[in-house]
């Protein structure tokens, strides 16, 4: 099983990749079984809002949700230490695309 994070407004399947990954309202979080979706969780960022710090809070929130792989348009140059310890599989993505389209490039 493999939990994928993807920034996003809403949240969802027809969301669209939020541009900011420290920023975004919402984490669509997506497990993955054999290249087919199993289940959609729209998780809130817990810290959007924080004036200082917030990436590291980010990538530590995702680490602890137990994501794998993070499909996002940005680097998170304060995060990246704590996703790479944690495991996580950083691949650039196009802001604003739709989220069932980027899942479409782990199936590949």
Do not use: Q
Request: charged fraction near 30%; hydrophobic fraction near 40%.
């Amino acid at each position: 099983m493999t939990r994928v994070a993807i920034p996003t407004s809403k949240g969802g399947l027809d969301d669209g990749v939020h541009e900011s990954l420290v920023r975004a309202e919402t984490f669509t979080v997506v497990e993955l079984e054999d290249g087919e979706v199993k289940n959609v969780e729209v998780v809130e960022n817990p810290y959007r809002r924080e004036p200082y710090g917030a990436g590291s809070k980010v990538a530590l929130f995702l680490v602890n949700l137990g994501v794998n792989v993070l499909l996002t348009p940005m680097d998170c140059p304060k995060g990246k230490a704590i996703l790479d310890a944690g495991g996580v599989r950083i691949i650039k993505v196009e802001a604003g695309k739709n989220v069932k389209d980027v899942l479409n490039l782990l199936r590949d």
